[in-house]
């Protein structure tokens, strides 16, 4: 695990490189998703694959950039999935983005995960890293040193409703309503990586990306994203559910499957839970 770790700090640090330097711009390809790939997704994708090719822990990856997943090691025990630079398009108007890792033993899924990990590229570089504990790391002068540990508290104040309003249910709009009726404040920028991040250092409060009319299974994908966060929140005292059980409970069919999904403090959650209880 020392060793991926340590990948990981190499891939962000060549990352944040990447962003700060390359121009942006399209690439005639499509991901799995049906996106068109930004050069830079592409580049950060290279970037982790060639780190994780030196560790011989790693057995197989699997990107959101890329259609299949991909064997490194046959004597490897460790499974990663990946999103290279999640909010990509986000980079052009210089707000915050981030890589997100998701750390599987034996084979993807939510049960084999043993860790997960998210780099935030903002004015500062942090990563996170979650195992037994949730640990902040900022990169200062080349080296991620190590801040503090995260817990979250029981219920927060911040409210970062994802996805197409006009596609939501009623019964989400009602549910996202009475957080603001109770006083939450909208954050919301676009970036899981950042958005997710401000409600941990901020001790609470609750993401949704529901599903919605045009996206019924919601937006997220389970191995890079979903899964990932939902272990972060996790082991930070936090919760994740689909609305109705727990995330990290979910099988996924295909690793660029979608889940519904929301990340919070206990309050939030325990709301969602009575609303979309309702729902059938
Ligand atoms: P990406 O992986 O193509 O960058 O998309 C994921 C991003 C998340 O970071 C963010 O939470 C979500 O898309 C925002 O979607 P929306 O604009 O529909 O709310
Ligand atoms: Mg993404």
Redesign the pocket.
């Known amino acids: 695990m020392r060793d991926i770790f340590n990948a990981i700090q190499k891939s962000a640090i060549r990352i944040k490189e990447a962003i700060d330097v390359k121009d942006i711009g399209y690439s005639q390809q499509e991901n799995s998703?049906g996106?068109t790939q930004l050069q830079l997704d592409i580049q950060c994708d290279m970037i982790i694959e060639e780190e994780f090719s030196n560790v011989t822990s790693v057995h197989t990856i699997a990107s959101?950039e890329k259609e299949h997943a991909q064997l490194m090691h046959n004597e490897g025990k460790y499974f990663i999935a990946y999103?290279p630079l999640?909010?990509?398009?986000l980079v052009d108007v210089n707000l915050s983005v981030g890589s997100i890792f998701g750390i599987y033993e034996g084979d993807f899924g939510s049960q084999n995960m043993v860790a997960a990990c998210y780099v935030v590229y903002g004015p500062r570089v942090e990563m996170v890293f979650a195992e037994n504990k949730t640990k902040l790391y900022l990169l200062q002068a080349g080296a991620f040193e190590f801040v503090k540990e995260i817990r979250l508290k029981e219920k927060g104040n911040l409210n970062a409703p994802?996805?197409?309003q006009q596609h939501w249910a009623p019964y989400h709009k009602e549910l996202v309503d009475s957080f603001f009726a109770e006083g939450y404040r909208l954050r919301y920028s676009?970036?899981?990586?950042p958005?997710l991040h401000q409600i941990l250092l901020k001790g609470g409060g609750l993401f949704s990306?529901p599903g919605t009319l045009d996206k019924p299974n919601g937006?997220?994908r389970k191995l890079f994203?979903v899964f990932p966060f939902a272990f972060i929140y996790e082991k930070s005292g936090g919760r994740a559910i689909d609305g109705k059980g727990d995330l990290m409970k979910l099988p996924h069919a295909n690793i660029h499957d979608t889940a519904i999904c929301f990340f919070g403090s206990n309050y939030e959650i325990e709301r969602v839970k009575e609303v979309y209880a309702q729902q059938g």
């Open positions: 998703s996106e959101e999103d999640d909010g990509s398009s994802g996805g197409t676009g970036g899981m990586v958005d990306y937006k997220l994203e």
